[in-house]
């Protein structure tokens, strides 16, 4: 039975949600506060499988709580509900470190079909990984869920990024940015292209947004993230994954 | 997060505002050194110096003001959003619900009393955007009838309690007849939010008084006293301005900052006035709302 802890501060809408997701056999917790929250994802990391964060709550709000949680090495895929649905506000949650988000009035199957995903989204991003056409990459015939470029390997199935030694966890939305750039090695990837593909957003988004997730993936993958040398910017355009700099 | 941003930019415009008068202070001096001798060069650069001090204290000041007023309707757009969205998305969750899954009695009628309550609620935020939208274009004079206050008042606890479901030992009212030359549906708005506010902000256990008096023989008051939070100091004037909301514990409770500025502006509009009293948190509240008797 898959567990979610729904974090929501209006407790008509908590108690809702509880009603339908137990109806749909998850076994549920409810907190209300960012505070409780955090402590719930952090003293207890593996006590759920999936989250349902409301953005606008007292105290630390759901930006925070999903920083605060990504920080402290909790990656249970998250999707955040809330009332601000401008393009800035969804990309400042996916910055945060949220996988998917939902804005209220949101429709009841629509969210439990966003949580199914959620659950299921490992194996998408497996299944994914064989479109890959670039000859830069290459898999390692144990594992076919990882893709490798230089000395690192993205594992599609952990979402870890294995750099030498080191390992970084990923959430599933910086997994998937990173695999749409190793999927387009070489190419420019236009900021619009990424914003379209990646998180489906369509209307006049402020492109720059996105680039606070490649200032993250930098540090990730690259020795001198003030010298990229695999993720290049391309002025005025967007970027260039390079496999083998 | 608004009120940490708010703080370091404004922070930002003080920092360089004060670091521009330190230069042409700086400045000033130089110049005083190289040609104190000259008399009319130094009355000359006294002038100067005085306006270019004078525009930037003006001009570091009417950004600051800007920057807050920014701020301010950011938070109140987010705000609304939230008190309108909220109630609708709670009220579509359950119609969905009921829709799509079987429900047993017990639990179908819990849910449609949710419903009437995310209604009211959506209800009563229009209510007062719509009753600022009138009050701030200032062109419309209330249109004045001649009234018993204290009958209003008693309207508007029975409806309290009825929609918070209080008893009248959890809201009591104690009335004096009072005639007023006053906008009705005004008045009533005005008390409403006084005594919502009340009930709302003390939370589950709610004990509030309502009192109407006579004052000096000119004024009809309405006093809301009520056992909740209480209010800081420091927040006791502001809480009436236009989309302010108290930081802190009580934020979490659900508001879009007009209702007080409501209240405020209908006495106003009246030749009255309305104040709040608070010993400190944790000391609980009194409002006061006070318009001009009928001669």
């Known amino acids: 039975m898959s567990r979610v802890l729904i974090v929501e501060d209006e407790q008509h809408l908590a108690d809702g949600l509880r009603f339908n997701l137990e109806a749909e056999g998850y076994q549920v917790s409810v907190v209300d506060t960012g505070e409780a929250a955090i402590e719930a994802l952090t003293t207890a990391p593996d006590d759920f499988d999936v989250v349902v964060l409301d953005v606008m709550l007292p105290g630390k709000d759901g930006f925070e709580v999903m920083s605060e949680a990504r920080e402290a090495g909790q990656f249970v895929p998250t999707l955040m509900l809330t009332a601000r649905s401008r393009p800035e506000d969804v990309l400042k949650g996916f910055a945060a470190g949220a996988d998917d988000y939902l804005a209220k009035p949101f429709d009841l199957s629509i969210l439990i079909a966003r949580i199914r995903g959620l659950l299921r989204r490992r194996e998408w991003l497996s299944a994914s990984r064989h479109t890959s056409h670039n000859a830069n990459i290459s898999a390692p015939a144990a594992s076919t869920d990882v893709l490798r470029f230089g000395d690192k390997a993205l594992d599609l199935n952990r979402l870890e990024l294995r750099v030498r030694e080191q390992v970084f966890h990923l959430t599933l939305m910086e997994a998937n940015v990173l695999r749409y750039l190793i999927e387009h090695a070489g190419e420019p990837v236009p900021r619009k292209k990424l914003l379209e593909d990646v998180w489906g957003l369509h209307e006049d988004t402020d492109t720059r947004a996105i680039d606070n997730f490649i200032v993250r993936l930098r540090r990730y993958i690259e020795d001198d993230p003030t010298r990229p040398r695999h993720l290049l910017t391309i002025r005025g355009v967007g970027y260039r994954f390079v496999a083998e700099p | ?295």
Not at chain 2, 7 to 15: A, D, R, Y
Not at chain 2, 40 to 62: H, K, Q, R, S
Not at chain 2, 168 to 191: C, F, G, K, N, W
């Open chain 2, 1 to 295: 997060m608004v009120v940490v941003s708010r703080k370091k930019s404004i922070g930002l415009f003080i920092t360089l505002g004060g670091g521009l008068i330190l230069v042409i202070l700086l400045l000033y001096v130089g110049w005083v050194l190289l040609n104190w001798r000259t008399g009319a060069l130094l009355f000359l650069g006294i002038l100067l110096v005085a306006m270019l001090i004078a525009g930037v204290v003006l001009n570091t000041f009417f950004l600051v003001r800007e920057i807050r007023r920014n701020e301010q309707h950011d938070a109140f757009i987010n705000a609304v959003t939230h008190e309108l969205k909220t109630p609708v998305a709670s009220i579509r969750l359950y119609l969905e619900t009921l829709q799509s899954r079987p429900v047993d009695e017990a639990k179908r009628k819990e849910f449609y009393g949710i419903m009437l309550d995310d209604s009211a609620r959506l209800l009563q935020t229009i209510e007062q955007v719509l009753r600022t939208g009138r009050i701030g274009a200032g062109n419309r004079k209330p249109s004045l009838t001649r009234f018993n206050l204290s009958t209003v008042v008693d309207e508007c606890v029975l409806r309290a309690r009825a929609l918070h479901q209080l008893s009248p030992e959890q809201l009591t009212y104690h009335s004096a007849p009072l005639m007023v030359l006053a906008d009705l549906d005004d008045v009533r708005a005005a008390i409403s939010n006084l005594i919502d506010n009340a009930v709302k902000y003390s939370g589950s256990d709610a004990q509030v008084a309502v009192e109407t008096t006579v004052v000096n023989k000119k004024y009809a008051s309405v006093q809301v006293r009520d056992q909740g939070p209480g209010i800081p100091k420091a927040e006791l004037k502001s809480i009436f301005k236009r989309f302010h909301r108290v930081p802190g514990a009580t934020s979490r409770v659900p508001g879009t900052g007009l209702g007080l500025y409501i209240v405020r502006s209908v006495a106003k509009r009246h030749g009255g006035k309305a104040w709040a009293e608070s010993e400190g948190v944790g000391r609980g509240s009194t409002f006061v709302f006070q318009v001009p008797i009928a001669k």
